[in-house]
């Protein structure tokens, strides 16, 4: 029988840090298993059956081993493989009877968990940063066991860091409740909880995503969130041993939070026909995205939505270019994995040359390895069928390959059969051609980047096609320019309005305190696309007038002739 340790368990690492045998044979774990239930209602509840993480290094070095102990173990619980150090944990598989109790604990909790004063509620926030502060280690090394480079990781932790920092939370505050005096009158604006909250994270990044679930309850909803069954672990860690105790610590009532590893499907299914639930945050692609938004408001539910992004970097004629180069590079970072890394570079016809060289000079920096080496900012592609035909569909179309192109191995060698690609540079010239371009058009998903560089005109008409290009734009995550102009930047400060967030002169895919943690409109956000702030998107506006004494209701109306 496996040794287990449900919850607040300590994450296995890699084989060398978990007693493998020196000689290869039959390596044996030092740790016990770190295992999670379905927690619904405040209780850690049974499941029927279960799915298990395999360490994202296994992938690398014996693929087949990787995949046969999973199989194994979810036919065989009690297999003699759980003791290998490769299986980092596992998480129950929800019942159907499960996914509805949690919608119904959800309910039960709402209207108890609004009534709590919102400096109460708000001190969640805080009280989740330092906690992820405390147990930063364990939340870096648990998702490096599901595949994301150390340094990705941290750059995650950093992100979560900066939507609970005390400036956001202000900000947070402020527009939640704020009062003034008029006439003896007390006058307040608020926004007040929708109620239930369901949240669906996405696969390539769960339990950041998941992590959200914490503002949406600092709004005074309940939540109820899916992890994902593909690589729910990390989520449940988060959620279940770092976010549970704290609400316990405030008094929140049990079913505030509830967390089920569940099909997708058959969840959202059951979510969008559930008359206990009020919103649905979905994230995921934007064809999916489109489909549930039209379903979930059919059945009067609001759908939150966080699709795809196929974000623009700008770079103006006067621009830095070793940093904008730099920022471009982020294009990279997990392999173009992530939604709200760049996907094309608009490039002034000036310094296109120049910038192309310093692209070329910092590609060399990205590169493939384990996840947990500290070089390493690749990710490992398993399905690259689509990554060659954007990239052939390109080259035919008249694109320039700048660099990449090919798959390559663990090493770096270029390889017919490895499982990494190499960062791919393309460059586009023509604003028109561009446009007809798959590789423009749309989110890759892959370290693929073009860069578009249009016909010489004038001064002001570049600037003009520049803004026009990037407004054209049928997604709308993040937009970013590179000028030292302070009038170029104004124009796209005024005028750039597709996307949630525009960044100025930095990084493309940084975090800050105040602003949107993600959000956009068009493909990226629905018709009800903006910046994505969750507890605002949780929550409805309200006005309230108090009078401090009975006011003539003639008077309130028709006003007071000595006024």
Not at 49 to 73: A, C, P
Not at 180 to 193: D, F, K, M
Not at 337 to 352: F, G, K, R
Not at 365 to 391: A, M, Q, T, W
Request: hydrophobic share 40%; net charge negative; aromatic share 8%.
């Amino acid at each position: 029988m496996t040794s287990t340790t449900y919850g607040h368990g300590v994450v296995p690492g890699s084989p060398e840090r978990e007693g493998a045998d020196a000689s290869g044979t039959a390596p044996v774990r030092d740790r016990p298993l770190l295992s999670y239930r379905s927690y619904i209602g405040g209780e850690d509840t049974a499941g029927e059956g279960w799915v298990y993480t395999i360490s994202s290094r296994s992938l690398l070095e014996d693929v087949f081993s990787s995949i046969s102990l999973k199989r194994e173990l979810e036919r065989n619980p009690d297999s003699p493989s759980a003791e290998h150090p490769y299986v980092v944990g596992r998480v129950a598989a929800a019942t159907t009877e499960e996914i509805d109790l949690s919608l119904e604990a959800a309910a039960q909790a709402a209207p108890r968990w609004a009534m709590v004063p919102l400096e109460q509620r708000l001190e969640l926030g805080a009280l989740f940063r330092e906690t992820l502060l405390a147990n930063r280690q364990t939340f870096l090394d648990m998702l490096v066991a599901e595949g994301h480079p150390v340094k990705l990781a941290r750059w995650e932790l950093s992100c979560l860091l900066e939507v609970y920092c005390p400036e956001s939370i202000g900000w947070y505050h402020k527009r939640m409740h704020s009062e003034c005096e008029y006439r003896g009158r007390r006058l307040i604006s608020r926004r007040a909880p929708d109620g239930v909250v369901c949240l669906n994270p996405p696969q390539n990044a769960p339990a950041p995503s998941a992590a959200l679930a914490v503002l949406a309850m600092m709004a005074g909803n309940a939540v109820v969130v899916r992890a994902p069954r593909s690589i729910p672990l990390s989520t449940m860690y988060v959620l279940r041993d770092l976010v549970a105790p704290l609400l316990e610590k405030i008094g929140a009532p049990p079913g505030t939070l509830n967390v089920v590893c569940s099909n997708p499907r058959q969840t959202m299914d059951r979510w969008v026909e559930s008359p206990f639930v009020d919103d649905i945050f979905y994230i995921g692609g934007s064809e999916e995205g489109m489909r549930f938004q039209a379903k979930a408001i059919a059945n009067g539910k609001k759908p939150i939505l966080e699709l795809a992004g196929n974000d623009t970097i700008a770079v103006w004629k006067d621009a830095d270019l070793e940093k904008a180069a730099e920022a471009i590079t982020e294009s990279f970072y997990g392999s173009g994995q992530i939604c709200m890394v760049p996907n094309s570079v608009l490039a002034h016809p000036d310094i296109a040359d120049a910038l192309i060289e310093q692209i070329k000079i910092k590609v060399r920096g990205i590169r493939p390895g384990y996840p947990e080496d500290e070089n390493v900012l690749l990710s490992p592609v398993r399905r690259s069928e689509k990554f060659f035909g954007l990239l052939n569909q390109a080259l035919e179309g008249g694109a320039e390959l700048i660099c990449g192109g090919h798959r390559m191995e663990l090493d770096g060698t270029p390889s017919e059969t490895g499982v990494f690609l190499e960062p791919t540079v393309l460059r586009v010239d023509g604003l028109p051609r561009a446009r007809e371009l798959e590789v423009v058009q749309q989110e890759t998903f892959f370290p693929l980047i073009p860069v578009v560089v249009p016909e010489p005109v004038p001064h002001n008409e570049m600037r003009e096609l520049f803004v026009d290009y990037i407004n054209s734009n049928a997604y709308g995550l993040r937009n970013s320019l590179w000028s030292g102009s302070p009038r170029v930047i104004d124009q796209f400060v005024l005028r750039v309005v597709n996307g949630g967030l525009l960044k100025v002169n930095d990084s493309h895919i940084g975090f800050l305190p105040y602003l949107p943690s993600h959000g956009g409109t068009g493909l990226t956000g629905g018709v009800f696309g903006e910046a994505n702030y969750p507890m605002l998107k949780t929550s409805h506006l309200q006005g309230v007038s108090v009078s401090a004494e009975a006011i003539s209701p003639y008077k309130a109306v028709f006003g007071d002739d000595e006024d």
